[in-house]
Each structure stands twice: as C-alpha cells, then as structure tokens.
C-alpha cells in the first residue's frame, strides 16, 4: 500500500524528505520487514490452533469464528483511519503508537482466560495493526531513495507480504504442538519490545499535513461491518428468525447507510465514494472480498478437518496447507510478467477460474479421503489460480487513480481483504453449523466419534461448496463488470500494472 507523503506542516522533531535516504539502512530495512511479516502472520498464524482453543476457553463451534474475525474486522475497519492518523501526526510516530499497542494486546491475549478475554485482544490487536501497517510501506519509501535501491526494498516487502501467510500457518503450528497455542501470541511481546525501542533511533519521521479525522466514517463502516458479521454467526446457532439476529442485521444495514451518508458530506472523507464510479475499480473490491472470503474459509475449516477428522497434529495441519501458499506466492511473482503479454483482465479471469476448480475438487472431501489425491492436488490448482488474480485485482484496484487518491485507493485493497475473510467466514460460519448436523443415513451404525468425524467431515465439505460459490460468484463479476475488451490496450494495462507494483 503507498501514501503520498506531500506535507504542509513540518514536524518539530527530525523530517526527512521522501527518499532521501538513510544512514542504517539494512537496519530500516530489518524494522520495516519485521513489523510487517508480524502484521501477516497474526492473520493466520492462530489458525492452525483453533481446535486448541476451541477446548482451553470453551468456544462454540461458530463463536469460534471470531477468534478470526475480530482480528481481520478492526484490522480492515480502522485500516483507512490508520493511514490518515500517519498522514497526519507523522509516520514514525503512528507507527510506534501503532507497534506498541500491537504488542500490549499480543500479551493481553496470550493470558486469555475466557472467550471474551481473548476476542477483546484479538480485536485490540486489529486496530494496532491497523495503525502500524500504512506506516510500514510509507517509512520504506521515505528511507529508500528512488531507483534499484528502493526496487530492492519494495521487492522484500513483497515477499514478505506474500509469504507471512505460509509461515505463519507452519509456525502457529509448531509452537501450539511443542509449546502452546498462547505462544502464537506471547511470540509478539519480545518482537514488539525490540522494534519499539529501535524505531526511534533508525527511522526517520514524515512531516505532518494539516486536516481532520473521519472517525464517525471510522466507526459506523467497523461497527456496521461487525453487526453483519455477528448476525451470521448467532444465525448460525440460533436461527435467522431469532430476534438477536434480526436486531444485528438491521443494525448492520443502519449503521452502514449512515457510512455511505456520512462519506457523501465530510470534507474530507476516510473513504472517498468518487473511487467507485470506475466499474474496474468497484468490481475489484468486489471480486478481492469473494476470492478472500473464500481462501480464508478454506483455511479456517480445514484446519479442523485436518486435525479432527485425520488426527494431524496442529504442526501437521500446518505444514498440510504448504502447497496452496507455496504455489501461491510462486504464482503471485510469475503473474506481472505475464499480464502485458495476454490482458489484465484475461489473467484475472483465468486465475479466477482455475482456483474456482480446485475449490470444487476440495469440496469433494470426505472422512476416508486421502491427501495427496484429494486434497493436495486442488490445493495446487487453488493456488495458482489465487496467486494468478491477486496482482491483477491489485492492479485494478488503483487503476486510473489521481495521485491525490493513491492512498485511499490502495488502501480500499487492503480493507476488501480484511473485511472479506470477515464477511465471508461469518456467511460460512451458518452454512458449516447446518450441514454438521448429519443425517443418520450419512452414518449409520457408528460409534459416537466416528459420528462426530463423519458430521464434522460433511460440514467442511458443504462450507468449502460454499468457498466455491464465492469463487464462482467473483468470476461473474470479472466478465460482466470488470471485463470490457477494447477499452484499455495491453500496452496501458503494462503501464498501470508497473505503477502498481512500484507502489
């Protein structure tokens, strides 16, 4: 994500101009890397010890889901206000504010003792690093000056970026299996201390700008996002005509009509409404919230198929997810050579695809299926087609943008992310919650744990028909909204594509 860095009012302390280099570079590097990859790995790094704290802090089986989405919703929500505070109050110093926050609710929330102890440190988690994380790239592009230099560094970055959910599943897995699943927080407290006791003496401070915070558009987006997401999940355990339910999703629709209102009035809106009049642009967001939605439910319930219907340890859960991210990330870094050659929208499509067939293919699953063959092998097919589409949503997604509304744009990428493992988990949360409850016929003659695995079994495989409906849902969207040939020649989607990735 890039922010321009254009200033009004210099800051008191040091002001560096963007680019203008640093004296430790290696060092900046390091801090920047650092924050970032432990930003990543938080959005997955506690997937793989879910069952564990399923039993330790007694969960439901859909409450489960927020241990996730309390996370990912203030992450996606104050994402945007995040941004705005660096722009506002300096760079280095939202960061540490950013860093240090991040690190109190880690420890916070690696001394859990109930349900709710743990949602309200994930959820304090989300909003640190929702203020970190705009900082990070912006502080790079401050300390780097342009050319090789800087390409080296933004490349790192990348890598980090597409690699911090591969390790975090593997690592999340080896600290709940030989430690426990309170480690995959309490890792943050050391990292944290350090890079908040370095940030000060190695990074250099942006100048602070003049404006105002759009913290009524802040909250009425998070809180309404949040009530929707709620409602899915009482949904699921108690039933859509459930006056809880019904009150969450009413809420939900209020509070983000108040958003939509809110943003068409402010002078100086946290999100700019002009940024969706582009049908590439609009149809992006949408198409980024469906892939995730999809990729995120993948993991969440698998992650419990492998471990209570296989009998993987948490290490093994983890390590079982490695084709799809490896591919992925692989995929990911080969997709920008590829688009100038055949079209933004035709690799788009065809990503889209391939991962909407591997998605079908995992659905299939059921208690007596084998990995390698039924699982692993769409796990290929799911990452490629992921890593495919990534870069050219990203790309539409600040297609044709002023670069007044750079920010803003890239950040609304970062936010449909967020907000759709959210979104989409939540959805899911009540079609797994259905399914789970297997007819007889589907078991006869079982012992009760045969049963259980067998019912659990189902649930994954009709919430992954679900991921695959998402999957499907956003292929529809790239034809009919996002795809029009003709408009935009190859050379122009090559150029847009560089911007992008420099960014």
Do not use: C, K
């Amino acid at each position: 994500m890039s922010h321009t860095l254009t200033s009004r009012a210099p800051d008191r302390g040091r002001s560096d101009v963007s680019g203008a280099g640093t004296a430790h570079p290696a060092v900046v590097l390091s801090i920047i890397l650092a924050t970032y990859l432990m930003i990543i790995l938080d959005a997955t790094i506690i997937i793989t010890a879910l069952p564990r704290i399923h039993e330790a802090l007694g969960f439901s089986a859909t409450g489960l889901s927020w241990v996730q989405s309390a996370y990912t919703l203030t992450f996606g929500g104050f994402l945007l206000l995040g941004a705005r505070a660096g722009d506002l109050l300096g760079r280095r110093r939202t960061f540490l504010a950013g860093i240090a926050l991040f690190t109190a609710a880690s420890l916070f929330g690696g001394l859990a003792q109930s349900s709710g102890w743990l949602l309200a440190a994930r959820a304090l988690q989300g909003i640190g690093a929702a203020i970190a994380a705009p900082s990070t790239l912006a502080l790079l592009q401050i300390s780097f000056p342009e050319g090789p230099e800087r390409a080296r560094a933004v490349g790192a970055y990348s890598a980090v970026a597409g690699a911090g959910g591969s390790v975090g599943l593997v690592l999340g897995g080896m600290l709940t299996s030989w430690v426990s699943w309170r480690w995959g927080l309490f890792i943050n407290v050391p990292i944290g201390i350090v890079l908040v006791a370095l940030a000060p003496r190695y990074l250099p401070e942006s100048e602070r700008r003049s404006g105002h915070f759009d913290l009524v558009g802040a909250a009425t987006s998070t809180l309404g996002m949040t009530a929707l997401v709620y409602g899915f999940v009482r949904a699921a355990s108690s039933g859509w005509s459930d006056p809880g339910s019904i009150v969450s999703f009413a809420a939900g629709a209020g509070l983000l009509a108040a958003f939509v209102r809110t943003e068409r009035r402010a002078q100086q809106p946290i999100t700019p409404l002009h940024l969706f009049a582009s049908r590439e642009r609009a149809g992006s967001y949408v198409v980024r919230m469906l892939v995730v939605s999809g990729m995120f439910a993948m993991f969440f319930f698998l992650t419990q198929y492998f471990q209570g219907v296989l009998g993987y340890s948490a290490l093994q859960a983890g390590l079982a997810f490695l084709p799809v991210t490896a591919v992925m990330f692989l995929a990911a870094r080969l997709a920008p050579r590829i688009g100038p050659r055949i079209g933004n929208m035709r690799l788009l499509a065809g990503g889209v695809a391939v991962a909407l067939v591997g998605m079908v293919l995992l659905g299939r699953i059921t208690p007596s299926s084998h990995y390698l063959g039924t699982i692993a092998l769409p796990m290929l097919l799911l990452g490629t087609g992921i890593g495919t589409a990534l870069t050219p949503l990203t790309t539409a997604g600040v297609a044709g943008v002023v670069p007044e509304d750079a920010g803003a744009a890239s950040g609304l990428v970062n936010v449909a992310q967020q907000l759709g493992a959210s979104l989409g988990l939540g959805i899911l949360v009540t079609v797994f919650a259905a399914a789970s409850h297997v007819p007889a016929r589907l078991a006869p003659h079982t012992t009760p744990t045969r049963a259980a695995e067998a019912a659990l079994a189902h649930g994954v495989a009709t919430a992954l028909r679900g991921s695959a409906l998402f999957l499907a849902l956003g292929l529809v969207v790239v034809v009919t909204v996002m795809w029009r040939p003709g408009l935009a020649t190859a050379r122009t989607e090559a150029a847009v594509m560089a911007g992008a990735l420099e960014d």
